[in-house]
């Protein structure tokens, strides 16, 4: 310590006495390695006293009275003469004590260290083990419930779903063929399709209206399934929800309408791009449909769908019908009744 080295060839005299009924004995006081050396005479160390333990007492005059902390039976006088020496005592023991840990400080410290990470740990981990919580426990029955929830906020801007009864063995096959829970049309609002949380599928109407075969519809339903089996919906819906939303899913079994306005807007103003071509063949060939119609929907010319047209894993296969033909007949026009 540099306030050590300053002082370390620094002596004086002064009276010291180890008990209250003991005679007071002339010694040499002198600083040691943060330690105050207590001598007689004859230069034999009587006692060391750590300067961070050094208290002193309240004394008449200039002179001062020090002792151990907690021991102030034992003590040792200086003379003002010995300014010099009271002064390097003082600035020793109050540059050891500022050294000297604080106990209160590093608790605080310790608090404070533990209450961020605390904060860290629900900002960056409570969300998504959330979410991930509810993906778990929330049953199918109630993710239906979501999906229609989700559905009737869309139905504000899109209109209801398009439905006859002479449509309704059409959507109920297109349905079946894709693995879809169900497919619904809506004559606006959604650009292309649509998969919402529990297996529905909406689809515009222009993806019935507007082309010759149902393989197009079945199509785009594919794709958003093979889109969902990606980024599930109901786990897309919670993360743009937010914790606090989720949380009430949690408690209350339902998310506040205005989760599910804003998720919905997002929805319909930022659609997904297609899956991928290697996610899209699997599923082309579990259900038995062709990719070619859909893909040359998405792409007359073909060029940016040509891997959907090149791999179409039902090529040169004959396969069974989505639907008759007077049900295909009657979902194109499901928005004209």
Partial sequence: MTALNKYDR???TGLWRATPEGQRREVVVSIGDATLVISDLNDRALTHWSLAAVERAPAAGKGAVFHPDGDPDET???????????????????????????????RWLGAAVSVSAVAALAFLWLPGALVDHALRVVPPVKEVEIGNALLARIERVSGPPCMTVEARPALAALAGRTGAARVVILPGGVREALALPGGTVALNRAIVEDFETPE??????????ARAGEAVPLRSLLEHAGTPATATLLTTGTLPPAALDAFSEDQLANPAAPPAPAALIP????????????????DISGEETLAL?????????????????????????????
């Fill in 10 to 12: 620094l002596e004086a």
């Fill in 309 to 337: 047209i090149e791999a179409n894993p039902m090529a040169g296969i004959e396969t069974a019908p989505i639907m008759p033909d007077r049900d295909w007949v009657q979902l194109q026009a499901i928005c004209d009744g």
């Fill in 216 to 225: 197009v519809a079945a199509g785009y339903v594919l794709a958003e399934l």
């Fill in 76 to 106: 040792l006088e200086l003379s003002p003469e010995d300014a010099e020496m009271i002064d390097a005592i003082e600035t020793l023991r109050l540059a050891v004590a500022r050294a000297r840990p604080r106990p209160g400080r590093l």
């Fill in 283 to 298: 599923a082309f060939a579990a259900a038995s449909i062709h990719s070619t119609a859909y893909a040359r929907a998405r």
